[in-house]
């Protein structure tokens, strides 16, 4: 039993996120990690490592951790620590699913990650660009034959609209949830994305703020971020959750690299419950708070 303190996740949170790794076994040219400037090399914890600090979370029915990256399942511990968070914590997987399905089929309940929710419990992404759609269709409906809650979605790339458009109306044939998620990022010299905050991305300028977060954002080495721009860019943490005296502070805190923000926690997306105009984080000028849109 874990000797440390438990991390209650606050009512405004809206997002809980382990990213076990920022590695991935695709290279897509348009990866969001990339946005900003590139993270020197994190530490890796062991899976024993993430599953006491995991475990120390007390979070909401509706309210899951999500294991991502990168490609969550290249840590060397991915299975171990699916079986080994606490029941009571509910669990979502953002996966490119280019694993061994059998091993994780043999290994992993099915009713471990699952819950009430009107999405996949298990999101699988598809890239056209690095991914052949037939194979992952057969991965898919192998998952969905043995009960997981799995889904595909797909970034709509000016370059791959017709494509993904063409994949979904293959798999909703078959059966298979699949869903679009707007591309972020630049392309051709455009920003792509619906942002709150005007300028936030555009990487043209810096500017001192205060920004507060509604997500409980982990590194792979398990300290905290104040947000995605933070933890892709390795700029200090806030915390660790493995540091005993850790707990999850509801406050603004001072920033002074707005203007690079990354687009994850500027756009307007929708909420756990699938709500429409949620962004990650909530953003005052003490200079200028006309700039807030």
């Given at each position: 039993?874990?000797?440390?303190?438990?991390?209650?996740?606050?009512?405004?949170?809206?997002?809980?996120?382990?990213?076990?790794?920022?590695?991935?076994?695709?290279?897509?040219?348009?990866?969001?990690?990339?946005?900003?400037?590139?993270?020197?090399?994190?530490?890796?914890?062991?899976?024993?490592?993430?599953?006491?600090?995991?475990?120390?979370?007390?979070?909401?029915?509706?309210?899951?951790?999500?294991?991502?990256?990168?490609?969550?399942?290249?840590?060397?511990?991915?299975?171990?620590?699916?079986?080994?968070?606490?029941?009571?914590?509910?669990?979502?997987?953002?996966?490119?699913?280019?694993?061994?399905?059998?091993?994780?089929?043999?290994?992993?309940d099915p009713e471990r990650i699952k819950r009430d929710a009107p999405y996949a419990s298990i999101r699988v992404s598809y890239h056209p660009e690095v991914m052949e759609l037939e194979p992952l269709i057969e991965k898919v409906q192998r998952m969905l034959d043995a009960n997981f809650s799995i889904g595909i979605w797909s970034v709509l790339h000016p370059t791959q609209?017709?494509?993904?458009?063409?994949?979904?109306?293959?798999?909703?044939?078959?059966?298979?949830?699949?869903?679009?998620?707007?591309?972020?990022?630049?392309?051709?010299?455009?920003?792509?994305?619906?942002?709150?905050?005007?300028?936030?991305?555009?990487?043209?300028?810096?500017?001192?703020?205060?920004?507060?977060?509604?997500?409980?954002?982990?590194?792979?080495?398990?300290?905290?971020?104040?947000?995605?721009?933070?933890?892709?860019?390795?700029?200090?943490?806030?915390?660790?959750?493995?540091?005993?005296?850790?707990?999850?502070?509801?406050?603004?805190?001072?920033?002074?690299?707005?203007?690079?923000?990354?687009?994850?926690?500027?756009?307007?997306?929708?909420?756990?419950?699938?709500?429409?105009?949620?962004?990650?984080?909530?953003?005052?000028?003490?200079?200028?708070?006309?700039?807030?849109?």
């Amino acid at each position: 039993m874990s000797d440390l303190k438990p991390i209650i996740v606050p009512e405004s949170h809206n997002y809980v996120a382990a990213f076990l790794t920022l590695g991935c076994n695709l290279t897509c040219s348009y990866c969001i990690n990339h946005f900003g400037l590139p993270a020197s090399v994190k530490k890796h914890i062991s899976g024993e490592e993430w599953v006491k600090g995991l475990n120390r979370i007390v979070s909401r029915e509706d309210l899951p951790l999500t294991l991502q990256g990168g490609e969550p399942s290249i840590h060397k511990d991915f299975i171990y620590i699916l079986n080994n968070i606490k029941p009571e914590l509910k669990i979502d997987i953002l996966t490119n699913l280019q694993f061994d399905v059998e091993e994780f089929i043999a290994k992993v309940d099915p009713e471990r990650i699952k819950r009430d929710a009107p999405y996949a419990s298990i999101r699988v992404s598809y890239h056209p660009e690095v991914m052949e759609l037939e194979p992952l269709i057969e991965k898919v409906q192998r998952m969905l034959d043995a009960n997981f809650s799995i889904g595909i979605w797909s970034v709509l790339h000016p370059t791959q609209e017709d494509v993904v458009r063409e994949a979904q109306e293959i798999c909703t044939a078959k059966g298979i949830d699949f869903r679009f998620k707007e591309f972020l990022g630049e392309y051709e010299g455009k920003l792509y994305g619906s942002f709150r905050y005007e300028g936030a991305c555009d990487k043209t300028f810096k500017k001192h703020v205060l920004c507060k977060t509604t997500e409980l954002i982990m590194g792979p080495d398990a300290s905290v971020y104040r947000c995605h721009s933070d933890l892709y860019e390795g700029r200090a943490p806030v915390g660790n959750i493995l540091d005993p005296e850790f707990q999850i502070e509801e406050i603004y805190r001072p920033c002074d690299d707005y203007g690079h923000c990354n687009p994850c926690d500027i756009k307007v997306k929708t909420n756990r419950l699938q709500e429409y105009g949620h962004t990650s984080v909530e953003i005052e000028f003490p200079e200028d708070e006309s700039e807030a849109v």
